[in-house]
Each structure stands twice: as structure tokens, then as C-alpha cells.
T-cell receptor, first 117, second 110 residues
């Protein structure tokens, strides 16, 4: 299996522009997580999906952030409009959640390093 | 609200030493605890997962323990090697979510 695939690996954009980050989870996994990592705040959970349905988006910082999972093999995280403080590494992870609880390991993608100028 | 703390924040040791990384959590009702490794510029790699009903897990030179009553987990690395240099993060799992600690940055020098 190729693992969790994220694209792009690096994104540099100007303040005010729309940014879309993409994630392909491991085939067969039914839970998908979006995280943000910064030096100041560490690794933070933004939102997670179970069976393509958003379960908890309490970590999404503002309405400028939105995430979708149209099918089991694809998810996007969109920031519109982007701001310099959004600069961070964004990770996607997937796992196989059994019975509504994540008993298994989360597998992480390589991340997207976002720089907003 | 679950909070996860890791001590020390950084550690530098000579090759061959046995070492212990510490993780503490505030909510003892965790479902599982995971230890991850992160290399610079890379994603996280899961090392060990301990279910709430377990007390420890072992993988090669790594051993992780879990004490829910005291809210602590430790990661023991035996006979450390330069290739072990990385940031190690622990994460406490409630239902589906993981709450991460800020990590311990480990450097093992030859």
C-alpha cells in the first residue's frame, strides 16, 4: 500500500489567496484526520471524518477553514482567504475505526508545508 | 479536557545509553496511548500502541508502558543508536481523537 498520500508537499501563496490541500487515505480505512503542526502549538487536530461524515470540527480555527470528504478515497482542506498565521505543516492521517472507536493506529501522510506570504 | 505533557523537551545522549521518555496525561479515561516518531521534515510514524486494558507493549529495542491510575506512560529505548535521533510524540486517545504531547527531541551522538 502506498500509505496516506498528501498533495502538494509544499505550497507557497500570498495572503488572501485560496489554498486547497488534498489527501488520499489508505484504502479500507474509514477514519480520516486533518492536523496542523506549528512550533508554537505543536500538533493540533482540526477535524476528523468517520465513514466520510465530519464527526468533530471543533479544532477548525475559523470559518476560513473548511474540509470535505466526498468519498472514501479523497479529502480536501481549504483555506479561504489564507493569512500568514496559517503557515504551518498540515498533516492528514487515516485509521480503521471499529465500532465507532479508533482502536487501531493512525497512519500519517508526509504533510503539506504551507507558507502564506 | 485531555492534556498531554512530555518531559524532557529535548535530550542528548551518547550512543549505547538506555533512556526513558516520559508522557503524562490528565484524563485517565483514555482509550489508548500511542507513541510516534517524527523525523525532520517528515510525517509521523507510529511506534507502539497500548490499549487501555494493557500495561505495556514491546517492539524491538522499544518498550512502552501505561499506568492509567497515575496518568503516565513511558517509552524505554534500549541501547540507543544515532539512527534513533528524532522527535518522539505521545498521544492519548479518547474515542476517535488523539491528543498529542509537544514531543521530546532526541539526539543520540556517536
Amino acid at each position: 500500500d502506498a500509505g496516506v498520500i498528501q498533495s502538494p508537499r509544499h505550497e507557497v501563496t500570498e495572503m488572501g489567496q485560496e489554498v486547497t490541500l488534498r489527501c488520499k487515505p489508505i484504502s479500507g480505512h474509514n477514519s480520516l484526520f486533518w492536523y496542523r503542526q506549528t512550533m508554537m502549538r505543536g500538533l493540533e487536530l482540526l477535524i476528523y471524518f468517520n465513514n466520510n461524515v465530519p464527526i468533530d470540527d471543533s479544532g477548525m480555527p475559523e470559518d476560513r477553514f473548511s474540509a470535505k470528504m466526498p468519498n472514501a478515497s479523497f479529502s480536501t482542506l481549504k483555506i479561504q482567504p489564507s493569512e500568514p498565521r496559517d503557515s504551518a505543516v498540515y498533516f492528514c492521517a487515516s485509521s480503521l475505526a471499529l465500532g465507532g472507536r479508533s482502536k487501531n493506529i493512525q497512519y500519517f501522510g508526509a504533510g503539506t508545508r504551507l507558507s502564506v506570504l | 479536557k485531555q492534556e498531554v505533557t512530555q518531559i524532557p523537551a529535548a535530550l542528548s545522549v551518547p550512543e549505547g545509553e538506555n533512556l526513558v521518555l516520559n508522557c503524562s496525561f490528565t484524563d485517565s479515561a483514555i482509550y489508548n496511548l500511542q507513541w510516534f516518531r517524527q523525523d525532520p521534515g517528515k510525517g509521523l510514524t507510529s511506534l507502539l500502541l497500548i490499549q487501555s486494558s494493557q500495561r505495556e507493549q514491546t517492539s524491538g529495542r522499544l518498550n512502552a508502558s501505561l499506568d492509567k491510575s497515575s496518568g503516565r506512560s513511558t517509552l524505554y529505548i534500549a541501547a540507543s543508536q544515532p539512527g534513533d535521533s528524532a522527535t518522539y510524540l505521545c498521544a492519548g486517545g479518547g474515542t476517535d481523537k488523539l491528543i498529542f504531547g509537544t514531543g521530546t527531541r532526541l539526539q543520540v551522538f556517536p
